[in-house]
């Protein structure tokens, strides 16, 4: 499996909030919906975050 490092875009935002529900830390400390997408769009906008992708250019995480 290929995986490559980009910067986080908007149209990343859905996958990357996925995968922090799904994570532990997710699942133990849940902010409200609204709240985790305004984080994650803000860093986003900000280029602090970044995902992973695979060779399909499919999510994998964030960080």
């Not at 990357?16 to 400390?29: F, W």
């Not at 997408?37 to 999510?59: M, Y």
């Amino acid at each position: 499996m290929n995986i490559n490092i980009i910067s986080g875009t908007l149209d990343h935002l859905q996958a990357c909030k996925d995968a922090y529900a799904n994570s532990r830390l997710g699942q133990v400390y849940s902010p409200p919906v609204d709240l985790l997408k305004s984080r994650l769009a803000e860093g986003i906008n900000q280029g602090e975050i970044f995902v992973a992708v695979d060779e399909n250019d499919q999510c994998l995480g964030f960080i």
